[in-house]
């Protein structure tokens, strides 16, 4: 398997734009966690989901951020408006779920807002 | 809800010396433990888990970390370091379900010639 895979890499966009992440788990994966890292706050989970249905969103900052995940493969990250504080990396991590399953995590987005 | 804590930011070791990176963990139940390293501009590697039985648990590139329930900690050890070693390192606790994972805020090496 690929691992996560997350895409864009990079994202340089300008205050009030929508930015959109995202990422494919690893085939197979129940849970996949949003997170975001900055060198202020650390590793952030933001959302989590289980088979689809999100389980816990009380990471996201603000309404601003919103999450979705339509299938097993797939998930995305919004932001609508970006603001230059959302500058980060943002890491999605996929996850076997059930006991004894580790994160799995992507190389990240790093956003830049400017 | 659990809770991670790595006392130290960063550390610095000589290459060759032992190393002892400390985590300390909250959870009501049994905690699911993990390890992870970041190497600059990439995502985080699993390094090493514990989830049950034998408390010293062996890891990847030669770390070790040691449960100790008693404590409430899940310190991460080598016993020589290399100069590849320098990053970030971060301790995690999951929940039961491997549903929820903690990240505590992560402790730098550095790694002098």
């Not at chain 2, 991670?4 to 905690?31: K, M, W």
């Not at chain 2, 070693?85 to 929820?100: K, L, M």
Request: some cysteine.
């Amino acid at each position: 398997d690929a691992g996560v895979i997350q895409s864009p890499r990079h994202e340089v966009t300008e205050m009030g734009q929508e930015v959109t992440l995202r990422c494919k788990p690893i085939s197979g994966h129940n849970s996949l966690f949003w997170y975001r890292q900055t060198m202020m706050r650390g590793l952030e989970l933001l959302i989590y989901f289980n088979n689809n249905v999100p389980i816990d969103d009380s990471g996201m900052p603000e309404d601003r951020f919103s999450a979705k995940m339509p299938n097993a493969s797939f998930s995305t990250l919004k932001i609508q408006p970006s603001e230059p504080r959302d500058s980060a990396v943002y890491f999605c991590a996929s996850s076997p779920g059930g006991v004894r399953g580790e994160a799995f995590f992507g190389q990240g987005t790093r956003l830049t807002v400017v | 809800a659990q809770s991670v804590t790595q006392p130290d930011i960063h550390i610095t070791v000589s290459e060759g010396a032992s190393l002892e990176l400390r985590c300390n963990y909250s959870y009501g139940a049994t905690p699911y433990l993990f390890w992870y390293v970041q190497s600059p501009g990439q995502g985080l590697q699993l390094l090493l888990k514990y989830f049950s039985g034998d408390t010293l648990v062996q890891g990847i590139k030669g770390f070790e970390a040691e449960f100790k329930r008693s404590q409430s900690s899940f310190n991460l050890r080598k016993p020589s370091v290399h100069w590849s070693d320098a990053a970030e390192y971060f301790c995690a606790v999951g929940d039961n379900y491997g549903q929820n994972f903690v990240f505590g805020p992560g402790t730098r090496l550095s790694v002098l010639p």
